[in-house]
């Protein structure tokens, strides 16, 4: 079992920077591929980052490359989505996922654990 807690959601002016923050309960948190998803108002929830056990490898949304980093520290049980050149259609809220599996690391279905979210809003 793995329970998920993220923060650094805000408010924040456009070309503005975030940091979020998803710290996981347990031992084995270096198992698990971690995940950052995010839904926006009337849309569905889309893969935005993703990085596998080691750290050294990640995947990102085409809409993201460049601007957004994700990052992971196990000794912390924590993962991290550095996002820069934010853009209002950024906003949304964004929610860490954990998955013991990283064939479908960019599918909502690829993960087991949820966090609760939290919300980011980027002002034009």
């Known amino acids: 079992q793995v329970h998920l807690v993220e923060s650094g959601g805000g408010l924040v002016q456009a070309g503005g920077s975030l940091r979020l923050s998803c710290a996981a309960s347990g031992r084995t948190f270096s198992r698990y591929v971690m995940g950052w998803f995010r839904q926006a108002p009337g849309k569905e929830r889309e893969f935005v980052a993703g990085i596998r056990w080691g750290a050294s490898t990640t995947n990102y949304a085409d809409s993201v490359k460049g601007r957004f980093t994700i990052s992971r520290d196990n000794a912390k049980n924590t993962v991290y989505l550095q996002m820069n050149s934010l853009k209002p259609e950024d906003t949304a809220v964004y929610y860490c996922?954990?998955?013991?599996?990283?064939?479908?690391?960019?599918?909502?279905?690829?993960?087991?654990?949820w966090g609760q979210g939290t919300q980011v809003t980027v002002s034009s």
């Open positions: 996922a954990a998955g013991l599996s990283a064939v479908f690391i960019t599918s909502n279905n690829g993960y087991d654990y």
